[in-house]
């Protein structure tokens, strides 16, 4: 710390700032396209439901990396200039969105059957049965698996140093070129990526045990 | 009046098992008719083609003035007109007695917030469950479950009920409290089709007996067909003491 500006450290700050922001920006877009792939993969018609399959195992099979190379270097190719941020989100969400859809698709899944049958059998219709019968009963499946993932995905904006968008690890990155303190950088820097990832899993635990009264 | 329910050379296949074979039967509106039978025997597939869970492969089924056959069947409709209740329940775990018994009536029949709860607490305490509407289904016994459910349905004011071994998964102690609910209704008059193992409810409560057997009506009746079968079936069936 000593031996670290004040400046310097505020610097690192804002690119802790630009982390959180990234990692919100790629669970929004991510969340939202996810779920409607969740949604399609479940109830839509086959030919759909192979189309979101192989989209999903597509971009599960490509590094993250690449999809940010992609939508950084690729969509200028197309002419398509995009700034950092919205680059880094875009690919970051595309990711995020297959993970999503099938972590969700799986907990759509996990509601039995019956549940769906019976609310059919009340006379409820399909947007109905969703939301008021499966819907409540997925999201206490998925929330574990889902604030996992978060960690995954704060974890994973690291790379779009790599496409020069100042996040913390380039923030930190820049810090050391001037300082060559790579060990106090660093570990600083890992120090706040734990200090984000750690009350996410606690809330997820906490979460669990609020959604399980219904169920003791 | 024309019957309530109208089954007519019904036959159902599930791959290359024929579960009904042409099954023909009638319901009287106000009647309760109990179908009997081995597991395997096509029971509660039948009951199920009664209220569209299942698609039938030919014949002709009429419930509650509508042709379930009909390609302009409005499912929807046919569900408010038709109760069912499940052997496992199949009460919503996320929500309690009460909300269990809202959801349809709030959602469907569009009914105000205090009608809603006259209507939850008007029906719990018709299954004897008045003090337990705040809790969820995890905290009842099988036995008050099943009549969540029963409740569930009558929230809706069904003209037909179905019930389909609704007392199979539950403890001997806890039938009894189950069965009383149904007695009461079938002395309210309502129109229900019982699929059951209880033969001596069956007995009872039901004004006709329909045997079933390798997905026929093997053999039909008012409940004394059980003191004389004329089949070597259901001599068979009833002979081995369920």
């Known amino acids: ?216 | 009046m024309s019957p309530i329910v109208e089954v007519d050379a019904v036959c159902k296949r599930f791959g290359a098992v024929n579960v009904l074979e042409g099954v023909s039967f009638q319901v009287r509106a106000g009647s309760v008719v109990a179908i009997i039978g081995r597991s395997g025997s096509g029971k509660s597939t039948a009951l199920r083609c009664i209220n569209g869970l299942e698609t039938i492969d030919s014949g002709r089924i009429r419930v509650c003035e509508q042709e379930l056959t009909s390609p302009r069947l409005d499912l929807n409709r046919l569900h408010r007109d038709v109760g069912i209740v499940f052997q496992s329940y199949n009460l919503f775990p996320h929500l309690t007695a009460e909300e269990n018994v809202m959801l349809a009536p709030r959602l469907v029949l569009k009914l105000a917030g205090g009608e809603q709860r006259d209507l939850a607490a008007r029906v719990l305490s018709q299954v004897g469950l008045a003090d337990k509407a705040k809790a969820y289904p995890s905290q009842l016994s099988g036995g008050q479950q099943q009549r969540v459910a029963i409740a569930r349905s009558l929230a809706m004011k069904p003209s037909l009920m179905l019930f389909d071994e609704i007392t199979s998964a539950l403890d001997p102690e806890l039938t009894g409290e189950v069965l009383k609910v149904i007695e009461g209704l079938a002395r309210d008059g309502m129109s229900m089709i019982l699929v059951t193992h209880e033969m001596a409810f069956a007995r009872k409560v039901a004004d006709h007996l329909i045997f079933m057997h390798r997905g026929k009506v093997w053999e039909e009746g008012p409940a004394a067909v059980l003191d004389a079968p004329q089949t070597d079936e259901l001599r068979q069936f009833l002979g081995n003491g369920l």
């Open chain 1, 1 to 216: 710390m000593i031996s670290l500006t004040p400046e310097q450290l505020l610097f690192l700050l804002r690119g802790f700032g630009w982390t959180i922001a990234l990692s919100l920006l790629a669970f929004a877009g991510g969340g939202a396209l996810g779920f409607v792939l969740a949604l399609a993969r479940v109830y839509a018609a086959r030919p759909v439901r192979t189309v979101v399959m192989l989209y999903i195992k597509l971009i599960q099979g490509t590094p993250l990396l690449i999809l940010l190379f992609l939508t950084y270097f690729g969509l200028p190719a197309l002419g398509l200039v995009v700034e950092p941020l919205p680059a880094a989100a875009l690919g970051l969400s595309v990711y995020v969105s297959a993970y999503l859809g099938e972590i969700w698709r799986g907990c759509l899944e996990a509601v039995p059957r019956t549940q769906e049958e019976a609310a059919a059998c009340l006379a409820l219709n399909w947007r109905q049965r969703l939301i008021h019968v499966i819907l409540p009963q997925a999201m206490k499946i998925a929330t574990p698996p889902t604030v996992g993932f978060m960690v995954q995905i704060v974890k994973n904006t690291s790379l779009a140093s790599a496409i020069g968008f100042v996040e913390m690890v380039r923030a930190g990155q820049m810090i050391n070129n001037a300082t060559f303190r790579p060990f106090i950088v660093f570990v600083l820097i890992a120090g706040l990526y734990f200090a984000l990832c750690y009350p996410l899993s606690v809330w997820s635990r906490r979460l669990e045990g609020k959604f399980d009264v219904a169920h003791r």
